[in-house]
């Protein structure tokens, strides 16, 4: 949930300064993190391809989309995907993908999918979201995030921990979101399922005494797909 702000400045030889409110969103998908940065900071938006990328109807059906998947089966231990009301922006709504018991089974994938369509044959896209994590760099969750065809075969696909998003830009409502991003290729495809998928580094790290939610979960929000 992406409200971005832009504060101008002007300076003037008769006048002090003029600036605006900085409450005031701009119409812009795609803006500079800060002058000082060179990252730039993908928003979702009306035009993006994703259907609910900032999960607000997700988080409103309580965890039930007629558009993002749940690649999770938390009865027999494939890990638990859900709502949750953290946001990077704006109004609350992201996605949270976790263990829940120490019988679960730890190399299963749990997290969310969705079909793409409208896509560019051999075009470049850019696949971003933001993440969160707060166990930090000793955390035993990593995030695999990435595209496949219609044919199963993977267009593009990265792994991220948190350690590696330092100097990502943060969500506005919850710092602790960083933005993520993949590329792919589409080649032949022009419809494809993105997805976000949790991946544990070492089980035996995790405290099986301990609460498992707690020790895995991680979340994500605010998905754009851009064609470069």
């Known amino acids: 949930m992406k409200k971005v ?7 003037s030889l008769l006048a002090g300064c003029a600036s605006t409110d900085d409450n005031t969103p ?22 993006d391809l994703i259907s609910d990328p900032q999960l607000t109807q997700f988080r409103s059906n309580s965890g039930k989309s007629d558009f993002w998947r749940k690649d999770a ?9 859900g709502s949750s009301k953290d946001t990077a922006f704006d109004d609350e709504g992201s996605a949270r ?11 299963s994938q749990p997290g969310l999918s969705q079909e793409v369509s409208g896509l ?34 993977i267009l593009g696909e990265k792994t ?36 976000t998928k949790m991946a544990i580094t070492d089980p035996s790290k995790i405290d099986m005494n301990g609460d498992i939610g707690k020790q895995t979960e991680v979340r994500v929000d605010e998905y754009s797909l851009t064609a470069k």
């Open 120 to 153: 560019k044959a051999n075009t470049d896209y850019i696949l971003s979201f933001y993440y969160n994590d707060k166990k930090g760099a000793d955390s035993v969750s990593e995030l695999i995030a990435g595209a496949k065809g219609a044919d199963g075969k």
């Open 5 to 11: 702000f832009l504060g101008l400045a002007i300076a």
């Open 97 to 107: 993908i976790r263990f829940v018991s120490a019988s679960d089974d730890f190399s």
């Open 160 to 195: 991220i921990h948190v350690n590696d998003l330092g100097d990502s830009p943060k969500g506005a409502v919850k710092t602790s979101f960083r933005q993520a991003s993949v590329e792919f290729n589409t080649g032949s495809q022009t419809t494809a399922v993105i997805y």
């Open 73 to 81: 089966d938390k009865k027999n231990g494939k890990g638990d995907v």
């Open 26 to 47: 701009t119409a812009s998908e795609t803006t500079m993190a800060a002058p000082v940065a060179t990252t730039v900071v993908m928003t979702s938006g009306a035009n």
